[in-house]
């Protein structure tokens, strides 16, 4: 199945820093979504991004397709923003939505 | 945010037992998922369904079954819970590209 890599898997900045999180993935892909998973356990949808670049408040993100990444960058970081961050793919099929494959995460902590 | 609610939230059962997670969304979505959370292993499939009474198995749908009578219920089935089963349990929803997830079971089997 498709593989899914994310870097770095730990990462502690202070409140104002900004960061760039990776995604490698290993196959084409109909879906590519990020999420940020709150201290709560509850998963955040950031991103619907399969290709391009979009942008939401301090959060960005862009997805090379062709070369199978994806890259989520957050601005100005607020201790809000801790928590663990998911990157979460479905390997191209070309019929309906299977399912997604997920990354294990980026640990952010943000300290103020 | 996406009308999906799990029930229960929190169980403790012992191992033998069967237990039965619902989702209910409604959204009227075609497609829903269920997925457990290890630590150090991130999210994992278990089964999905494409439409009432369609559904197919995931990565670690063993030990697993679901059901869909309707198109706002996706149940999962341990017909007999293992300790390997402890876990916290996501239902998700998708109309065919983004998924919105549920808040989450977290099941204990002692």
């Known amino acids: 199945g498709i593989q899914v890599e994310q870097s770095p898997p730990d990462l502690i900045l202070q409140e104002g820093a900004n960061s760039t999180l990776r995604c490698n993935f290993s196959d084409s892909v109909n879906n590519l979504q990020w999420f940020h998973q709150n201290p709560w356990g509850q998963l955040i949808n950031l991103f619907y991004i399969p290709s391009g670049t979009k942008q939401n408040g301090r959060l960005s993100a862009t997805t090379v397709a062709t070369e199978r990444y994806s890259l989520l960058y957050i601005s100005s970081s607020q201790t809000t923003d801790s928590g663990v961050y998911f990157c979460a793919v479905e390997a191209y099929s070309g019929g309906g939505a299977d399912g997604l494959t997920f990354g294990k995460g980026t640990h952010l902590i943000i300290q103020p | 945010d996406a009308g999906i609610t799990q029930s229960p939230r929190h169980k403790v059962t012992e191992t033998g037992t069967p237990v039965t997670l619902r989702c209910h969304q409604t959204?009227?979505?075609?497609?829903m998922y269920w997925y457990r959370q290890d630590p150090g292993h991130g999210l994992r499939l278990i089964h999905y369904s494409y439409g009432v009474k369609d559904t197919d198995k995931g990565e670690v749908s063993d030990g697993y079954s679901v059901s869909r009578s309707k198109t706002e219920d996706f149940l999962l089935t341990l017909e007999s819970a293992t300790s390997s089963q402890t876990s916290v349990y996501f239902c998700a929803i998708s109309g065919g590209a983004e998924q919105y997830f549920g808040p989450g079971t977290r099941l204990t089997v002692t």
């Open positions: 959204e009227n979505h075609r497609y």
